[in-house]
């Protein structure tokens, strides 16, 4: 246990690093645990940038794909901050990480997380205008606008990460330094604090339900007209078509916000660390290896850029072959 002692503070100790539990202290499970996870950090990262690489043919220049580029970039980022470190822990006895360390990595999760949140608002309020309104749809959703979107995202997810981080390493950990977690959170770090932290969590959860509800009633407002539009459709295939350019996004929606909902709208007498590590795996390790698939799984234009993406390749092959 790694301390340092604080002459302005007296004989106070404070910690200078933390243990990371990971997800399990059983032996044999180490190797086989670092390899299942490799397995899925090289699918998110291989799916991801293909659907980045895919969303810039051309064809796909619209407000929906480079939404969806966005959301590909924030995948690959939310997977890195926290399933490197894990697989390192895998195989290694000393499983510590320094104190800031720990609050860059609770930073960047919070920002990238937060923005991610807000970004699927906004793809929630793109699929509205194009099935609303699509006779206006690319000037209503232009470049200019799409920009400030995704920036306001990103804005808005920075200023989330700066102040949660802020505020949980502004507590005084004076006990253990073990959490029993696989990444730097907040849940588990305020369990370790030596002091009531009842205030702190009321004011993390006034934090979490802005975050969350505030792009979640977007989202809800957004398709509620969608619905009300497509059952007015008369056409059944112009309805089958319209509920398939949401249907991802949807199942998107429903797996990032059930899992974050979970762990963060929970106090400190509520935490559990088995359940909770559960939920934090869906939403920093396998949401963003299923977003690539579930986007491309569903969407013909997707699938029709990745057989002219892989066409090309093929002739390209054969006239180097040729030459």
Sequence with gaps: MKYTEDSRRGNVTLLT???????????????????MFLLIYLITLVGNMLIIIITMEPSLHTPMYFFLRVLSILDVLNASVTVPKMLVNFLLEDK????????????????????????????????????????????????????????????????????????????????????????????????????????????AMTTTVLVLFFPFCLILVSYTRIITAILKMTSAEGRRK??????????VVTLYYTSGSLIYLKLKSDYSPDSNKVLALMYTTITPMLNP?????????????????????????????EK
């Design 293 to 321: 698939i579930i986007y491309s799984l569903r969407n013909k234009e997707v699938k029709g850029a990745v057989r002219k993406l892989m066409g090309g390749r093929r002739e390209r092959k054969m006239f180097s072959q």
């Design 17 to 35: 690093e933390f243990i990371l539990l990971g997800l399990s202290n059983h032996p044999m499970l180490q190797v086989p645990l670092f390899c």
């Design 242 to 251: 319209a509920f398939l350019t949401c249907s991802s996004h949807l199942i």
């Design 96 to 203: 510590g990480i320094s104190y800031t360390g720990c609050a860059a990595q609770m930073y960047f999760l919070l920002f990238l997380g937060s923005s991610e949140c807000f970004l699927l608002a906004a793809m929630a309020y793109d699929r509205y205008v194009a099935i609303c309104n699509p006779l206006r749809y690319m000037v209503l959703m232009n470049r200019k606008v799409c920009l400030s979107l995704v920036v306001l995202s990103w804005f808005c997810g920075n200023i989330v990460g700066l102040v949660q981080t802020a505020w949980v390493f502004t507590l005084p950990f004076c006990g253990s330094n073990q959490i029993n977690y696989f990444f730097c959170d907040i849940p588990p770090l305020i369990k370790l604090s030596c002091i009531d932290t009842s205030l702190y969590e009321m004011q």
